[in-house]
Structure formats: C-alpha cells, structure tokens
C-alpha cells in the first residue's frame, strides 16, 4: 500500500501521514454549519480523529471483517465506551465474571450507582446464560479465554442466546485477536481489542478498538466517543499502523513459543496446573479446538503448595522474564496475581495464587531454561 500527499501527488511513500488537529477548518460557511453531518466517518472536530485515525480504523475493520471501527485511548476505554454507548440506568447488564478487572470494576463502581442492574456471571456458564436473561437485559460482556484465569466461553451458545432474546453482545478478543478468531463472522456485535497488546506490540503506548457491521450503533458509538471526550493521538494511531506490519509475524511467532512454554510447564514437578485452553488438559480445550484457529501468547499457571517465600525466590530468580502487568510486546513478562484476588471472585476455577506469562520474541529455550533454573530456586525455598 501505498500513501500519497494529497496536496503533492506527486509524492507518495510507504508511511502513512500522520495528521494532527485539534481544529478542522472548513472551506465556506455552509460547509461550517453543516459540519456535524460529517460524522460518524467525516472531520468536523480534532476529537473524532483525523486521517490518519480513520486509516488505522479501516485497517483494523479489515481485520476483523467488520465494516466500521472506532478507536480509543486505550484497551479499557474501548471496554467502556462499547458500554456507555448503548446501557442505560434500568437496564441489566450480564458480564463474564473473568472479563477485564477495570471493566468489571466500572460496572461495579459506576454503572450500578447510576441505576444498572450488574450481574457477573460464571465464564462456563454457556447456554446457561439463557436463565439469566430479564425483560430488561441489554448488553452481555464476553471475554474468552478469561484475564488471569483464562476460562474459554463458549462463545456460540452465548450468542445463539443473546440473538433469541435481542441481547446485545460485546467481546473482548484481545488474546485470540482477529488472527484466531473474528467475533463478528459469529454473530458477536462489538468486538473489542486492547491495541496496547499485539497491535501495537512494543509495549510503548495504549489503544483500543470496537469494531462492528451495524452503521446506526457505529454512529452512536462515534457519538459516544466524542462526547466522552476520547481522542487517540495520531503518533500513536501511526505507531499502532507500524504494529500491524508485522502483527501477524510476531503473534505466529509468540503463539507456537507460548505452546512450547506452556507445554513444558505443565510437565514440571513444581506446577499444580496450566491454564491454558490449548494444552489437552485444560477445561476449554473443546471449545477452544472448536471455535477457535489459534492460541493467544498469555498462559497462566499456580504453583503447588509451597512454604512462604518460593513464589518470591522463584520471581527473584528470573533472569530473561521482567515482572509486568501487561503483555503482547516483543519482550516477555511475568506477574503474579494473589490468592485473596481469586477468593474475592464469585465465580473461579481456583483459591489459588497465579503467576501470568506472556511470550514475547525471544528463543523458546531461552526462556524455558531461565523459567527451569528459577522453579529450582523455587523447589530451595519450597522445603
Ligand atoms: C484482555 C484485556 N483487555 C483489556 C485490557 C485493557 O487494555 P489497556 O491496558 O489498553 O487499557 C487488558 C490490559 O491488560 C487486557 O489484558
């Protein structure tokens, strides 16, 4: 592809322009009065985006086979726009209790003071869900595989679900990505990624995307975007449009690392388990090998039980692996999440603390003997 001056087509490079604006100045007066009509895709104000944001949404709607998508300043407020824009106070809002901590704090904190119904429910609920299901039920939040304890959905009983009852659906696919699995070619409404992960992919900014088919719900959205106030700098959308490149390189790349990592832990004498739906082991290994073409570069695992201080030695031992919180980047990562965050859930698989690892691009071995000589200074420790 490549991008031309529009103002000197005679010159044209393999960059994309990155365009910054806070005013959009307009040819004429009518042109002026009429400036909203430009929305939900046009310019009339530097908060709905400039070129060079509509390039990386139509990048991203590609995609995600998705004729619209908006983004946002970050993953979070992607999960949270995609909310705003369409629940209302009266309504009930389902969401998986293993989706993102920020969204279900949100709802928590926010949406349930201003007169929503938020109810979390089990992440293996499936068709279940049907019963939860009120005269008044708006949105239901997915997430599969869940953020820490990685639980799959099963995303196509959900939706079956939500279409019979008129349910709106979001999903945040930000482990898959649209390179493994596209929520809306199964019916999904929104479908949200956290850009800060593998589209941006070095761990240097945060992003979010929504993309969606239906042009009157893209139109609230743009609306809702704007009114909230969520402009994406365009040095970000540019470095986000970089990502994309060699987004696919490097997730196929991390994804079989992931599998190697993941497959040689779960056979170590210190873990109790993985989790991580493509190991045969795992609970959602059907669904996953069903519905989905690919694994996401994130696993969890849980120790077994150990004296005090083996999970510290075990972190402290890591040569090849920064703790962090985020992942999707080209460098690993490592965090670790306490016992008592998964006893304050309603709905976990386990009591348990967990340790996260994402798989960035660096030799498979290599991190499989820096993860080995830590489990032994785990095992010093352990008594
Ligand atoms: C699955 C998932 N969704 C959403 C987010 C939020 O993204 P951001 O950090 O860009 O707000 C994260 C971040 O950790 C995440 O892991």
Redesign the pocket.
């Known amino acids: 592809m490549q991008f031309k001056d529009p103002a000197n087509q005679s010159f044209a490079s393999l960059s994309p322009a990155v365009w910054r604006a806070s005013t959009v100045v307009f040819d004429n007066f009518e042109d002026f009065i009429n400036r909203k009509s430009r929305q939900p895709d046009g310019y009339s104000y530097g908060i709905t985006g400039t070129p060079t944001s509509r390039q990386l949404e139509r990048r991203v709607a590609e995609l995600e086979n998705a004729r619209h998508c908006v983004v946002l300043p ?4 992607a ?1 949270m726009t995609a909310v705003m824009a369409f629940v209302r106070g009266g309504d009930h809002l389902l969401i998986s209790d293993s989706c ?1 901590g ?1 969204l279900k704090t949100f709802a928590r904190k926010w949406l349930s003071q201003m007169g929503v119904e938020v109810e979390f429910y089990p992440p293996t609920i499936d068709a279940g869900i049907e019963a939860l299901i009120r005269p008044n039920t708006r949105m239901i939040c997915l ?1 599969a595989p869940g ?1 820490v304890t990685m639980e799959m959905q099963d995303v196509a009983a959900i939706v079956a679900t939500a279409k019979k009852y008129g349910v709106k659906t979001m999903m ?1 696919n ?2 898959a990505s649209p390179l493994y699995y596209r929520p809306l070619d199964q019916g999904i409404d929104l479908s949200i990624e ?1 850009a ?2 593998m589209f941006g992919g070095h761990s240097d900014l ?3 995307t929504i993309s969606l088919n239906d042009a009157d719900d893209y139109a609230i959205l743009r609306e809702t975007q704007s009114i909230l106030g969520q402009n994406t700098s365009p040095e970000d959308c540019f470095l986000v449009l970089r990502g994309l490149d060699t987004f696919a390189l490097r997730l196929q790349h991390q994804s079989a690392s992931t599998r190697e990592v993941a497959a040689w832990l779960a056979e170590q004498p210190q873990i109790e388990q993985v989790l991580f739906p493509v190991l045969e082991s795992d609970p959602g290994h059907a669904i996953w090998k069903q519905q989905f073409s690919g694994n996401g570069c994130l696993f969890s695992f849980i120790f077994k039980p150990a004296a005090e201080g083996a999970i510290s030695a075990f972190f402290n031992a890591l040569q090849h692996f920064p703790i962090g ?3 999707g980047g080209t460098h690993s990562l490592i965090a670790y999440y306490p016992a008592s965050q998964q006893q304050a859930r309603a709905f976990t698989p386990t009591q348990e603390a967990i340790i996260r690892i994402s798989i960035g691009l660096e030799d498979a071995d290599l991190l499989i003997a820096d993860l080995q000589q830590a489990l032994e200074a785990w095992q010093q420790s352990a008594g």
């Open positions: 970050s993953g979070q407020a999960l993102y920020a997430e953020t945040d930000t482990w956290a800060t992960k945060l992003m979010g919180a985020s992942w």
